[in-house]
């Protein structure tokens, strides 16, 4: 049990100390990119005179060898290192001996850990991107085969007015586009390099940093070294930005739950993204959505875990942050799984567009229509609203929709509605007037599905660029 750091003390760490101090369970997640840095670090070495260019060539083709035993199994990272920085160099001086002792020249574990779990942050945004590109591409495929599925719109839960399935998509398509936007801020913010930190206050070796930040694909280093090495607020944005995307897969899931039920029918899931009751033979449950719904608070607990965890931490570096990385990287999977998975049940969805149509015509969403209708016949809004709420009184009594009423009787309520009232208050019209850009009508959806097509033939640097 051996540290690396052992020098300074005269006895070995309690086991149970060791262990509640050691990371290697979780941070051996990223033993690619501390490689990665490493294999910079040592060029940047070389390139400085800091190392021989062969000290720095053995160093570089032993520590790839590493990796690829490690990729291969051939290697196991066990508990017997204390973390994943432990294990590498241990390894790297196991093979090379004195020369692999040189690997740590001008860099602590504080801004090798920085570098890390930067790296690695910025691989799960650059992994969550592409995949909210795949679920916005499934959206608009929605959007452009059902510019005519009339359903109702809902506020309060309640029937509204009718619009189309394409538009009712289309508002999910804004909330995952500004999820894009939001990876976008945090990928430009956070990719500076820390590493050449040092523990706090950088060191006295010529190191070049601009260099190191280049091969390590880094627009440039960071400029204050204590804060190169304390500095997790990517982190804590990324898994903001996690958030609001499953707060919007929650609710997605939320309505594909209601539209599953017997009540709605508006949708049937696919079997392989169904389940079935141990005791009631006709269940067909919609899990993968309720499952979606229900991780959305793990994913809120990494944030608020780590808020609290560095909301007292003062500077530089403290044992506190190691606390960054177990919830983190279980909120990252989380995410990606989520909306991966989320991706092939509504990919695979059926939708029943013949039974949105006629909830839509049931439930009074031409209300509206008809109400400006009468206005425009010279009846003043207020007025007209409650002639329309005493027609709907009527027709609940009766059981049928405003459409169902003859001239006769809706002329009973007022003598302004004429022959032209059905036509006005069909469903296709109630959609088809709204021109306005993003508004239902096919004319409008057709504008806005080209503008979205535009925007995901883009690569994610050009679109931003743009704007």
Known sequence: MAQLWGGRFTKE???????????????????AQDIEGSIAHVRMLGKQGILTTEEMEQIVACLEQIKQDVDSGKLEITDEYEDIHSFVEANLIERLGDTGKKLHTGRSRNDQVALDMRLYTRLQVLETDELLKELLTTILKIMKENTDTIMPGFTHLQKA?????????????????????????????????????????????????????????????????????????????????????????????????????????FVEIDDAYSTGSSIMPQKKNPDIAELVRGKTGRVYGALMSLLTTMKGIPLAYNKDMQEDKELSFDAFDTAKGCIALFNGMLATMRFNKDVMRK???????????????????????????????????????????????????????SPAFEQDIFEAISMETCVDKRLTIGAPSPQAMEQVIAIQEEYLAKNWWEEEEET
């Open 13 to 31: 760490t309690d086991r149970l100390v060791y262990n509640f101090n050691a990371s290697i369970g979780f941070d051996q997640k990223f033993y």
């Open 161 to 265: 007015q009718p619009i189309t399935l394409a538009h009712h998509m289309g508002a999910y398509f804004e909330m995952f586009k500004r999820d894009r936007s939001r990876l976008y801020d945090i990928f430009v913010r956070m990719n500076y390099c820390p590493l050449g930190s040092g523990a706090l206050a950088g060191t006295t070796y010529p190191l070049d940093r601009e260099y190191t930040a280049e091969l390590l694909g880094f627009f440039g280093p960071t400029l204050n070294s204590m804060d190169g090495v304390s500095d997790r607020d990517y982190l804590i944005e990324f898994l903001s930005a996690l958030s609001t995307i499953m707060m919007h897969l929650s609710r997605f899931s939320e309505e594909i739950i209601i539209w599953n039920s017997n009540e709605y029918q």
């Open 359 to 413: 909830s839509a015509n049931n439930g009074f969403t031409n209300a509206t229509d008809a109400a400006d209708y009468l206005v425009n016949h010279g009846i003043p809004f207020r007025d007209a609203h409650g002639i329309i709420g005493q027609i709907v009184l009527y027709c609940i009594e009766k059981n049928m929709a405003i459409d169902d009423m003859s001239l006769e009787e809706l002329q009973k309520f």
